[in-house]
C-alpha cells in the first residue's frame, strides 16, 4: 500500500525558515517524481514544486522561486521541502504527491495527508 | 499568466446529472493537457477520480467519467449521490513541468 506522511509543519514567524519531510513507503520511491502541493485555509489547491526521481531535476513555482528548495534522499525514501523567507501568504496545508510513472501520463496518483505550516508574527 | 477556469459551484439533485468544466484563460482545452480531476471532501487530501482525459483511477465509480465538451474538459457525474458532495478540482499539464489547478468547484447534492 502507497504511503506518504509529511512532517515538519508548524507555526513560524514571517521571514523564517521551515523545512517538511515527506515519508514515502509501499513503493520503489527512487522510480517516480514527487510534487509538493499546498492549500491555504479555505482555498484552491495549488501546485509549488516538483523534482524527478533522480532528484537531478526540480522546478517551481514562480510564487515561491528563490524561496523554497526541493529535494529527495532515494536511500530514505525522504522528499524533503526546505522553506526560506516564509510569507503570511504560504500559510497553507502542504501535500506531498506521487506521480506515476512518465509513460502512464501526467497526473498525481497518490497525496498524503498533508501537514500544516502557519506564517504569522 | 494562465488561468484555469472551473464553475465556483454547482448543484445536483440525488439521481441526477452533472457536468463540471474546466476551461483556459485563453484558448481550448485538449487532450493534449492531460486533464484530470480531483475529490476533496472538507479536512481530507484530494482524491484522484480521471486522468489522462477520461480513465478513472482505481476503485473509481464508472458514475464518474471524463471527457472534451467544446473547448474544455469535462467531468460527468451521472446518477449522483450524497456523498459526492465534494470540492472538484482539475489540473493542466502546460508542459516544461508547469501544471496549472483550477480553482476548484464546490458541489452541493440537494
Known amino acids: 500500500e502507497v504511503q506518504l506522511v509529511e512532517s515538519g509543519g508548524g507555526l513560524v514567524q514571517p521571514g523564517g525558515s521551515l523545512r517538511l519531510s515527506c515519508s514515502a513507503s509501499?513503493?520503489?520511491?527512487?522510480?517516480?517524481?514527487m510534487h509538493w502541493v499546498r492549500q491555504a485555509p479555505g482555498k484552491g489547491l495549488e501546485y509549488v514544486s516538483a523534482i524527478d526521481n533522480s532528484g537531478h531535476r526540480t522546478f517551481y513555482a514562480d510564487s515561491v522561486k528563490g524561496r523554497f528548495t526541493v529535494s529527495r534522499d532515494n536511500s530514505k525514501n525522504m522528499l524533503n521541502l526546505q522553506m526560506s523567507g516564509l510569507r503570511p501568504e504560504d500559510t497553507a496545508v502542504y501535500y506531498c504527491?506521487?506521480?506515476?510513472?512518465?509513460?502512464?501520463?501526467?497526473?498525481?496518483?497518490?497525496w498524503g495527508q498533508g501537514t500544516l505550516v502557519t506564517v504569522s508574527s | 499568466q494562465t488561468v484555469v477556469t472551473q464553475e465556483p459551484s454547482f448543484s445536483v439533485s440525488p439521481g441526477g446529472t452533472v457536468t463540471l468544466t474546466c476551461g483556459l484563460s485563453?484558448?481550448?482545452?485538449?487532450?493534449?493537457?492531460?486533464p484530470s480531476w480531483y475529490q476533496q471532501t472538507p479536512g481530507q487530501a484530494p482524491r484522484t477520480l480521471i486522468y489522462?482525459?477520461?480513465t478513472r483511477s482505481s476503485g473509481v465509480p464508472d458514475r464518474f467519467s471524463g471527457s472534451i465538451l467544446g473547448n474544455k474538459a469535462a467531468l460527468t457525474i451521472t446518477g449522483a449521490q450524497a456523498d459526492d458532495e465534494s470540492d472538484y478540482y482539475c489540473?493542466?499539464?502546460?508542459?516544461?513541468?508547469?501544471?496549472?489547478f483550477g480553482g476548484g468547484t464546490k458541489l452541493t447534492v440537494l
Open positions: 504527491v506521487k506521480r506515476p510513472s512518465y509513460s502512464s501520463g501526467w497526473y498525481y496518483d497518490y
Open positions: 509501499g513503493f520503489t520511491f527512487s522510480t517516480y517524481a
Open positions: 489522462n482525459t477520461n
Open positions: 485563453s484558448g481550448s482545452v485538449s487532450t493534449t493537457y492531460h
Open positions: 489540473v493542466l499539464y502546460m508542459g516544461n513541468d508547469i501544471w496549472v
